[in-house]
């Protein structure tokens, strides 16, 4: 395994090197009209790694073409084919988990054993989705009068145009590719401008385990606005599926009102956590610190509040500042580290005066509070206490390994707090009381709770959020299901 040691320079460019650049459109990879390029940046360093092709307007109408032209062929083919191919993918990148993590960690930074994570949980929705493709059922049943035969049954929705962000290059991007493939749809895809090289790896793993040219196609721009508005327009698109902020999000639904598309939307989150009397606190602190250091913080799941109750505030948030100050902080390929650098200088920035603004209104930082390093876009691992509920930290989705610790006295204040937010992706609690856990699972008003545990993505569960954290869900039984339309056949009897 990669962890063992630190990576070699030549092992590095020689993952890097594999990876087509190209944009990847009907089966094959191509430079942009124009020749244009993007630059990838290792976020660790500031240095280029790598130059992919910088898509135009024209090159994502061809994608769109080549999706448009196979989208029948794709539809009529077995489900036990569709749901082959996946499983050959999800064998494949377990096979190269290693050089998969590695690119993974370069282009966007978390250290190498969170990249290999990565790198199961995205293979995972291959195997889960290949078992889903044989799965696809109607029904049949006789009209409450007698006279008529009810045949119900699934077709794909068609094209569907996916836009991905950076935080989970592969993850992102296979929870949507998994579906759309299990359920018969074409597809373009968009990831985002910092990661491209994971989902230029993951198309030509698709191509190798026998995805026919034309069903997957890879755009990368750095001008995502103006490229794809004109594909979320085209009326042979018939799906948006986009994970990404909720500012991007609301833009995105509004321009596909003008074909009425199916439309899913993975948006951002202010998750809280809480922590109630009675919880088991080495458990509680366990599950914070997974909940808040996953991906450095950067993840929509990440625990943004923490509200404990005020009889263990105190141990609790000494606890957690032990923990994120024992830390190794550092370039994610070398060994031992534990927290990368953020995605890059304006996110660093931004971390930063979050945490300027609670301290500037009474907040208290326990450990970290500073950028570290003078390379790179590093920032240290945070606790900040007394945290008032007016300060920017309680509001906003922080996106960086900072904690912010607050209490509360009673169970209907905890809930109330909890829900006062525009978001609503996911809640977590620690309690040892049935009666408390099932009132928060009952009340929290978030798509996704985990009870005792600090991490509620897997691909066997429906994964999405309520109010501005969006709509749809993906995994579970429910995700194939944003990939299919039910057609309704009446059927007389002569
Ligand atoms: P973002 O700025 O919204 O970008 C996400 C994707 O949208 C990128 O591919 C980006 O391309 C593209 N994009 C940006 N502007 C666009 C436009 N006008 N038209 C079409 N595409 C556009 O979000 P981010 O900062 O990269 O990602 C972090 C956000 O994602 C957070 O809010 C996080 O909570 C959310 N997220 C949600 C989930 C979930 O499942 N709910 C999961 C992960 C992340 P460029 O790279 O070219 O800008």
Same mark, same amino acid.
């Given at each position: 395994m990669t962890t063992a040691m630190s990576v070699t320079a030549d092992r590095e460019q020689s993952v890097v090197e594999q990876v087509p650049k190209g944009l990847w459109i009907g089966g094959g990879t191509h430079p942009a009209a124009g020749g244009a390029t993007l630059a990838v940046t290792d976020p660790s360093t500031g240095e280029v790694l790598a130059e992919v092709a910088d898509a135009s307007v024209e090159d994502g109408r061809a994608a769109l073409d080549a999706a448009v032209d196979v989208q029948g062929s794709w539809a009529a083919t077995p489900p036990r084919e569709r749901g082959e191919i996946l499983r050959r993918a999800f064998e494949m990148m377990t096979a190269r988990a290693d050089d998969l993590a590695l690119l993974m960690t370069l282009e966007m930074g978390k250290p190498i054993p969170e990249s290999r994570g990565e790198v199961t949980y995205a293979a995972e929705f291959f195997r889960w989705f290949s078992e889903e493709a044989v799965r696809i059922a109607g029904s049949w049943s006789t009209s409450p009068d007698?006279?008529?035969? =009810?045949?119900?049954?699934? &077709?794909?929705? %068609? +094209? $569907?145009?996916?836009?991905?962000?950076?935080?989970?290059? =592969?993850?992102?991007?296979? &929870?949507?590719? %998994? +579906? $759309?493939?299990a359920a018969g749809c074409t597809m373009v895809v968009k990831p985002a401008a910092q990661t491209p090289l994971s989902m230029y790896a993951l198309a030509d793993i698709l191509r190798e385990a026998g995805l026919p040219d034309g069903v997957l196609n890879v755009v990368t721009t750095s001008s995502s606005g103006k490229v794809m508005e004109p594909l979320i327009r085209d009326s042979r698109l018939r799906k948006l599926t986009f994970t990404g902020s909720t500012v991007v999000g609301r833009r995105l639904v509004e321009q596909s009102a003008e074909q009425l598309l199916r439309v899913?939307?993975?948006?951002?989150?202010?998750?809280?956590?809480?922590?109630?009397?009675?919880?088991?606190?080495?458990a509680a602190v366990d599950g914070a610190?997974?909940?808040?250091?996953?991906?450095?913080?950067?993840?929509?799941?990440?625990?943004?509040?923490?509200?404990?109750?005020?009889?263990?505030a105190d141990e609790f948030a000494q606890r957690m500042a032990g923990r994120m100050g024992s830390l190794r902080v550092g370039r994610g390929t070398e060994e031992g580290v534990q927290v990368g650098p953020l995605v890059d200088a304006v996110s660093r920035d931004k971390v930063a005066e979050l945490v300027q603004d609670a301290v500037n209104r009474g907040g208290r930082v326990l450990t970290g509070g500073d950028t570290v390093g003078?390379?790179?876009?590093?920032?240290?691992?945070?606790?900040?206490?007394d945290v008032p509920t007016d300060a920017v930290l309680q509001t906003e989705e922080i996106f960086g390994p900072v904690?912010?610790?607050?209490?509360?006295?009673?169970?209907?204040?905890?809930?109330?707090?909890?829900n006062d937010t525009e978001y609503g992706l996911v809640a977590y609690a620690y309690t040892r009381d049935l009666a408390t856990a099932l009132s928060l699972a009952e009340q929290l008003d978030t798509g996704m709770v985990g009870i005792n545990q600090g991490v509620v993505s897997t691909p066997a569960a429906p994964f999405g959020g309520v109010k501005q954290s969006g709509f749809g869900r993906e995994g579970g039984?429910?995700?194939?299901?944003?990939?299919?339309?039910?057609?309704y056949v009446g059927i007389r009897p002569q």
């Open positions: 007698g006279a008529t035969r =009810l045949l119900t049954m699934k &077709r794909p929705v %068609g +094209p $569907a145009l996916m836009i991905t962000p950076w935080n989970f290059p =592969l993850a992102m991007g296979t &929870r949507k590719i %998994g +579906p $759309a493939v899913s939307m993975e948006l951002g989150g202010n998750a809280p956590f809480l922590v109630m009397a009675d919880a088991d606190m080495d610190m997974v909940a808040k250091m996953r991906n450095m913080g950067e993840a929509c799941t990440a625990a943004n509040r923490f509200l404990v109750h005020e009889s263990v003078d390379r790179g876009w590093f920032y240290s691992p945070t606790v900040v206490a904690a912010p610790v607050s209490t509360f006295a009673t169970l209907d204040e905890a809930i109330g707090r909890a039984r429910e995700g194939i299901e944003e990939y299919l339309e039910t057609r």
